[in-house]
Nanobody
Framework: QLQLVESGGGLVQPGGSLRLSCAASGLPFGAYALRWYRQAPGKERELVAHIDSVGVRRNYADSVKGRFSISRDNRKNTMYLQMNSLKPEDTAVYFC???????WGQGTQVTVSS
């Protein structure tokens, strides 16, 4: 079973940056496409970004295009989400996900506030 653990969340001012990490263990990390989701209070979980198993194909939600960047290092069994120009509406719990096997991490809180 693939286990996913997010880290890197925190409190940041508008316009600031954060980098989230998703560390994996268990099944071969490089076999799976991965995603970042987020969920704000009172809202449904939203797909933020997707990356294929080798890190070539990347897709983003319109709301984060040009500001967020998804990447992965299969040697380190880790996926990343670089978040720049953060806005208050980016405030949410961010989750990593392996859609093929429906594996989820526990989430990491990102709060954008002055």
């Amino acid at each position: 079973q693939l286990q996913l653990v997010e880290s890197g969340g925190g409190l940041v001012q508008p316009g600031g940056s954060l980098r989230l990490s998703c560390a994996a263990s268990g099944l071969p990390f490089g076999a799976y496409a991965l995603r970042w989701y987020r969920q704000a209070p009172g809202k449904e979980r939203e797909l933020v970004a997707h990356i294929d198993s080798v890190g070539v194909r990347r897709n983003y939600a319109d709301s984060v295009k040009g500001r967020f960047s998804i990447s992965r290092d299969n040697r380190k069994n880790t996926m990343y989400l670089q978040m720049n120009s953060l806005k208050p509406e980016d405030t949410a719990v961010y989750f990593c996900n392996a859609p093929l096997i429906n594996a989820w991490g526990q989430g990491t809180q990102v709060t954008v506030s002055s």
